[in-house]
């Protein structure tokens, strides 16, 4: 037999759904307020006018505090390609698909402060499902020339990489797409606020909030960070 259900009963349960709703609101607050990207006082102008305007203030100067590896360059010796950025000499490891091109192109923007063989191997699946998929390095990694800026002139970087590949006859220059993984996830996402090479951006893990980034790993953070991170303009303009 049905039992009926009273008034009260349809009350309790509305008022433990409206809680929910509550405490999910609630949640998702904290976390866009934990993640929020730029301040209010340098929200309202376009990032590649703000960078353009201000040039960065190191406190440190020096190469990238993560090791390389070694292993990449022997396993991939004859996918390396070298591009220009600021003056510098970078490097990159293309694969082509199958088949005649031009190819769409994927630029994976590896995670951490240097690329690894295991970089490489992330984008296999990409390779196989028929993009050409380029990995770079940045300045200061890997034994390339140049100072670590922790996401300032690494995004002149990826963008340097994919205006070289736009002049390869084996590369769609209108079909290129940035990947990102945690750190270079962050630096994808600032590579598409300051052009508009890339059709399409995929960031996993990214971080936009580089003062909260810092805060939350502690002292260590602290002193791989080649600026100074009280400073607001400094986390602003690495914040996507």
Request: overall charge negative; proline content about 5%.
């Amino acid at each position: 037999m049905q039992k009926s259900v009273s008034a009260g009963q349809t009350f309790q349960k509305l008022l433990l759904g409206l809680v929910a709703l509550v405490v999910i609101i609630a949640v998702l607050m904290g976390i866009t307020k934990l993640f929020s990207g730029r301040s209010a006082a340098n929200a309202a102008e376009p990032l590649i006018q703000l960078r353009a305007e201000h040039e960065t203030q190191l406190t440190q100067q020096g190469p990238s505090p993560q090791a390389g590896d070694a292993e990449m360059q022997t396993r991939f010796a004859t996918n390396w390609l070298n591009f220009e950025s600021d003056g510098r000499l970078l490097f990159g490891c293309l694969q082509l698909p199958e088949g005649d091109g031009p190819h769409p192109v994927v630029v994976y923007c590896h995670g951490g402060f240097a690329m690894g063989a295991s970089d490489i191997d992330d984008v296999d699946p990409l390779l196989k499902a028929g993009y050409a998929v380029f990995v770079p390095a940045w300045r200061g990694e890997n034994g390339i020339a140049g100072i670590f800026e922790m996401f300032y002139g690494e995004v002149d970087d990826v963008i340097a990489a994919m205006e070289f590949l736009g002049r390869l006859p084996q590369i769609d220059e209108n079909a290129i797409s940035l990947v990102g993984h945690s750190a270079g996830a962050t630096l994808a996402l600032l590579a598409v606020e300051c052009s508009d090479l890339a059709r399409t951006v995929i960031a996993c893990s990214p971080v936009v909030d580089m003062t909260k980034l810092v805060r939350l790993h502690g002292p260590e953070m602290y002193e791989e960070a080649p600026f100074d991170i009280e400073d607001t303009w400094e986390t602003d303009l690495r914040s996507p």
